[in-house]
């Protein structure tokens, strides 16, 4: 069993729709990431989190340290926010453990 | 971005030839990582690197070795590709800091027929 599990594996949205993926974890962690990685293949950092909740435009992150679970919300979204959606978290020996990613896509 | 090139972004190779990957960084990054992406999986960690001349195994490990003779420079060898090591590896650089975020390289295809 993955110690990063996400769910869903894959989300269909409408334009404009609020969408959130989940991530849970059962390794101890420094660190939670959230990670996009486009249709061309880069992958960018969109969050890092060690408690409570980060906001950046649309997006949202949260973190709950004692159930091992976090969130990542979009608002108001758009056919840009298509891509694959990955959590990642560094634990306590300071290794990056990877979700097996979201695929999320957004249909005008 | 922190300045990552990986070279080449695309390679096709035969089974039993020796295969180098490149990463290149510019921001003197400390840390440096070699990943392998595969459908169905997280990216998984294969090598790593916590300075010049000093690096250490990863989950996926086997078949795989690396250098770092320099600090801008991380290489991964494949001594002798095979099918099972078909797939996207991605290199990746952290500042220092046991939170740094981690910044990813635009990735490398490879195909081992």
């Known amino acids: 069993k993955n110690e990063v599990e996400q769910s869903p594996q894959n989300l269909t949205a409408q334009e404009g729709e609020f969408i959130t993926i989940n991530c849970s974890y059962s390794?101890?962690?420094?660190?939670l990431h959230w990670l996009q990685q486009h249709p061309g293949g880069g992958i960018v950092s969109l969050f890092m989190l060690s408690s409570g909740k980060k906001k950046h435009g649309r997006l949202i992150a949260t973190i709950n340290i004692q159930e091992k679970h976090s969130s990542l919300h979009i608002t108001a979204s758009h056919p840009r926010d298509s891509a694959v959606y990955i959590c990642?978290?560094?634990?306590?020996?300071?290794?990056?453990?990877f979700g097996a990613g979201t695929r999320l896509t957004v249909k005008p | 971005d922190a300045g990552i090139t990986q070279s080449p972004r695309h390679k096709v190779t035969e089974t039993g030839t020796p295969v180098t990957l490149r990463c290149h960084q510019t921001?003197?990054?400390?840390?440096m990582y070699w990943y392998r992406q595969d459908p169905g999986h997280g990216l998984r960690l294969i090598h790593y690197?916590?300075?010049?001349?000093?690096?250490d195994k990863g989950e996926v490990s086997d078949g795989y070795s690396v250098s770092r003779s320099k600090t801008e420079d991380f290489l991964l060898t494949l001594e002798s590709a095979t099918s099972s090591q078909t797939s996207v590896y991605f290199c990746?650089?952290?500042?220092?800091?046991?939170?740094?975020?981690?910044?990813f390289g635009p990735g490398t295809r490879l195909t081992v027929l």
């Open positions: 921001e003197n990054h400390r840390y």
């Open positions: 990746a650089t952290r500042l220092a800091g046991e939170t740094d975020t981690q910044y």
């Open positions: 390794v101890g962690i420094s660190a």
């Open positions: 990642a978290v560094t634990d306590n020996n300071n290794d990056m453990r």
């Open positions: 690197s916590y300075g010049v001349k000093d690096t």
